[in-house]
């Protein structure tokens, strides 16, 4: 606190606060502008209703899309995360030839622009005649979620100490029990954060959505991309203030149940 | 020996494509003895010890315990109970839950691990501990945490690496004594593998001494401190000199004349100097410190120089002596017999022939 009083110190601190409100604000707005009574969105919203935040709770359009967000992403974060753990895994133990070069490409649709891989993807399943629905949005969110799991997984596996794994080996267990009593507990945290990195991108992914779902199931992205080009109704923003509220919760049960496994 | 040998290494042997980390080491060990592998880091020593717990496959050669050959068992099946110099204790398991980990591999009753586990808690005085998570207890619980749980499953051979490495001095005197203890009790047949030679020394029934891959010298402690095979064993267990010079004679009863570059003559018996060596070639003689006494200069089996450098060590001193050539030779001095000489002193040491040794030079000496 001490360096607050020099220059350098006060500097410092006054970056982070303007940093940390150029974050917070945004999101404020979004929980903010839809109290407002108004039909349109304004800030500071005028007068004070839950009604806007109850339209969206009652409009199906709402209502399905989320679910069917919900339903891609949990499959594609089970996919996901039964491929790139051991993916992750055999990358961190194997020098076999190519590892490398396995492992650039597998990191691959990280650096590629999505609009790049959904035009590709689009034009490949077409031809390949894979028709429009949730099975193909499933497959080509894995194409995205996968390098994510193995991108999160393989440093957390890299510094595992292998000399639990020998002594859970000396000690009589065979290689699986070893894994699955010693590795998996130990790197446990890693995987969580990869499954979820693997279920926020496919449950907040648009450009792909847009390309490969079928119109007539759209995900939740799609739906408030769709409603926001036709006007700023504040349904859209009550929609989204319910995502960061989902998503605060989500974040605290997880730090819940994290501060409860490390006790 | 080798008939009722509990443990023994056959010719061992691990490359790493042209790197020879260990070559054709041959060991047998008995029932109960602790044996300690003892070398510089990269001598393969761990190597060694991880190829008879299985983690690595040798090249060539054998590994039987109890007249099994072990060689390609996979490390679950073999028996061995390792302390691992980091511990490698399970961070997300209990201590008793750590320790009780071997037994449930077993598939013993929970009663019974139960009951084993309490015992080992109770003999390696972890009482109170046993619901803690590993990063919650001293080093010195942690170590005791990881002997418990190699102890506790009954194994044919003990392996410790290094297992003292991360203590405190204090610590780690006492926690050997009580290692020691434990493993004359149970009769634990044990293979330790460091790098302190004191360590080796004070708790090791025989110590293989390791150089480049190899067991250089295979004996009980005293064995290799007093009658060292090489130069390299003589400067890595305990303290010496090393003079250069030359043999003037052989006599016919084996005698040894070695002259000292400034023409003193030391006479030593042929049981203790290497065989093959010829009058008038160079060799080395090296003294232990505690074999040299006080003496005029001048008197036969003798050498003189001056004083260069005084070191106090409570129960002796620690006198560096320079002599006429420029060679140094290291005196203990018992600080109970008197003052030590001052720096700079003129002084004569008597070489006592059961503390000296004559080697063969080599390219290094």
Known sequence: MNSLRTPFGATIALLSVTALLYLIIPIAVVLIAPLGETGYLSFPPKGLTLKWYQAALADSRYVDSFLNSLWIAGWVTVIATLTGVPAAYALSRHAFPGARALEALFLSPLILPTLVLALGLALWFNRMGFVAGTPRLIAAHLVLCVPYVIRVCLPVFRRFDRSLEEAAANLGARPLHAFVLVMLPVVRPGIAAAATMAFITSFDELVLALFLADPARPTLPVTIYSAVQLGFEPTVAAVSGLLVLLGTALLLILQWLNRNASQ | ?365
């Not at chain 2, 018996?269 to 080395?284: F, I, Q, V």
């Not at chain 2, 232990?288 to 089996?301: D, K, N």
């Open chain 2, 1 to 365: 020996m080798t008939a009722e040998a509990e443990i023994r290494l056959d010719a061992l042997c691990k490359h790493y494509g042209a790197t020879v980390a260990v070559h054709e080491v041959s060991l047998s060990i008995a029932k109960g003895e602790l044996v300690a592998l003892l070398g510089p880091s990269g001598c393969g020593k761990t190597t060694t010890l991880r190829m008879i717990a299985g983690f690595v496959e040798p090249t060539s050669g054998r590994i039987h315990v109890q007249g099994r050959d072990i060689t390609r068992l996979p490390p679950y099946r073999r028996d061995t109970g390792m302390v691992f110099q980091n511990y490698a204790l399970f961070p997300h398991l209990t201590v008793a839950e750590n320790i009780a980990f071997g037994l449930a591999r077993r598939g013993l009753a929970r009663g019974l691990i139960r009951s084993r586990v309490s015992e080992m808690v109770s003999m390696m005085r972890l009482e109170g501990l046993e619901d803690r998570l590993p990063q919650r207890l001293s080093g010195g619980q942690q170590q005791r945490v990881a002997v418990a749980r190699a102890l506790v499953i009954n194994p044919t051979v003990l392996l410790l690496d290094e297992p003292f490495s991360n203590l405190d001095a204090k610590l780690r005197e006492s926690t050997r004594v009580e290692l020691r203890r434990i493993q004359h009790s149970l009769g634990l047949t044990s293979i330790f593998v460091t790098h302190d030679q004191q360590e080796a020394m004070a708790i090791a029934d025989r110590i293989a001494v390791m150089d480049g891959g190899s067991v250089v010298q295979v004996g009980r402690s005293a064995d290799i401190y007093e009658r060292p095979a090489s130069r390299f064993v003589a400067e890595f267990i305990g303290q010496a000199s090393f003079l250069s010079g030359r043999l003037s004679s052989i006599a016919p009863d084996g005698d040894h004349q070695f002259v000292a570059p400034g023409g003193e003559e030391i006479t030593v018996p042929a049981s203790r100097c290497d065989t093959g060596l010829g009058t008038n070639l160079p060799c080395t003689l090296m003294l232990r410190p505690e074999g040299l006494t006080w003496t005029s200069a001048g008197t036969p089996q003798s050498l003189s120089g001056t004083v260069d450098e005084l070191s106090y060590q409570g129960p002796f001193v620690h006198v560096d002596i320079r002599l006429a050539d420029g060679q140094h030779l290291l005196m203990e001095h018992r600080s109970a017999a008197g003052p030590a000489p001052a720096r700079g002193e003129a002084v004569g040491v008597r070489i006592d022939a059961e503390a000296a040794r004559i080697f063969r030079s080599t390219t290094t000496a």
